[in-house]
């Protein structure tokens, strides 16, 4: 079956760094393209960025560029997320998922979903 299985949460001072994984497996992970998004307490989930199948295009929310880096490792079949810089509004629960759309695709065609892992920055 497809799984997508996020690692890495934990919390974290502000001002501190968490990479985050995404281990995939039950898809052809190379022709997807994988995304990574947030929900906060009492909030929608929002898009925090997304990558290419070929790791070539990379986008982000406006409120992480310069803070976080996505990357992927197509042998491993494994997406990251190195977040630096972290400040108390990333606390959420991080989610990774596929697609086969566009990297700039709205959230309903994000086609495979993780169970997520929790994200906790003090102040």
């Known amino acids: 079956q497809v799984q997508l299985v996020e690692s890495g949460g934990g919390l974290v001072q502000a001002g501190g760094s968490l990479r985050l994984s995404c281990a995939a497996s039950?898809?052809?992970?190379?022709?997807?393209?994988m995304g990574w998004f947030r929900q906060a307490p009492g909030k929608e989930r929002e898009f925090v960025g997304s990558?290419?199948?070929?790791?070539?295009?990379?986008y982000y929310k406006d409120s992480v560029k310069g803070r976080f880096t996505i990357s992927r490792d197509n042998t491993k079949n494994t997406v990251y997320l190195q977040m630096n810089s972290l400040k108390s509004d990333d606390t959420a629960v991080y989610y990774c998922?596929?697609?086969?759309?566009?990297?700039?695709?709205?959230?309903?065609?994000?086609?495979?979903w993780g169970q997520g892992t929790q994200v906790t920055v003090s102040s």
């Open positions: 998922a596929a697609t086969q759309e566009s990297i700039y695709a709205t959230e309903y065609y994000w086609t495979y």
């Open positions: 039950g898809f052809i992970f190379s022709i997807y393209n």
């Open positions: 990558i290419h199948r070929s790791g070539g295009d990379i």
